[in-house]
């Protein structure tokens, strides 16, 4: 059983444009929602992180929204750029779910024309 | 401070062999997590160990088998390999009461 979604599965941007992907949970025990960022041939990088008792934290160009009456958070990624160009993951973790798992979204592959 | 190292880096097996990877913590982190990640998809937790001692599994078979040595360092076999374990492992180190996880580069594990 799959607890957290991500969609799209793939999104095409222009230089400068604001991608947004989007994490649907299911387990109200999850606490801790990260998004990492991971290149071709290498490990996901962490990029930001929320607790849902805040709606939004943002670090540099990224930020994350977080709706925890839907259930819902997503990422934006202000002024892109090529650079950015990558799979993102959503993830989920909490007290009580074994060892603090982190429970990862299928991906998002984002590519940035210039 | 080092990252999180994984070795070796890419391995190729054949059917029913076993396998040992290798993970070294970034300095600090007293927790190591693998995670499995299938071409194309999110990584999948298999089990985390701290103090030594696995603490907390995912859906993964026992032939799934884990260690942490004193210095926070972790090996993680898998034996009688099958066609489907071929994938890239990743250890992820954190400290425990810390969510937050950092990942190794991987190994990828190509199974024949």
């Known amino acids: 059983q799959q607890q957290v979604k991500q969609s799209p599965q793939s999104l095409i941007v222009q230089k400068g444009g604001i991608p947004i992907i989007n994490c649907a949970y299911e387990n109200t025990a999850f606490d801790y929602f990260p998004w990492y960022q991971q290149f071709p041939g290498k490990g996901p990088a962490l990029l930001i992180a929320i607790r849902p008792d805040v709606s939004e934290k943002k670090e540099g160009r990224f930020t994350i929204s977080f709706n925890k009456s839907a259930k819902q958070f997503s990422l934006h990624i202000m002024d892109s750029q090529p650079g950015d160009s990558a799979t993102y993951f959503c993830a989920a973790s909490g007290v009580g779910t074994s060892g603090s798992r982190l429970t990862f979204g299928e991906g998002t592959q984002l590519t940035v024309n210039p | 401070e080092t990252g999180v190292t994984q070795s070796p880096t890419h391995l190729i097996k054949t059917r029913g062999q076993q396998v040992t990877l290798r993970c070294s913590s970034q300095?600090?982190?007293?927790?190591v997590s693998w995670y499995q990640q299938a071409l194309g998809q999110g990584p999948q937790f298999i089990f985390q160990?701290?103090?030594?001692?696995?603490?907390g599994r995912g859906n993964f078979p026992p032939r799934f088998s884990g260690l942490q040595f004193p210095n926070y360092s972790s090996e993680l076999n898998v034996n009688a390999l099958e066609l489907d374990d071929s994938a890239l492992y990743l250890c992820a180190s954190s400290h425990s009461g810390i969510e937050t996880q950092y990942f190794g580069p991987g190994t990828r594990l190509l199974v024949l």
């Open positions: 160990y701290y103090r030594e001692e696995e603490n």
């Open positions: 300095s600090g982190h007293n927790t």
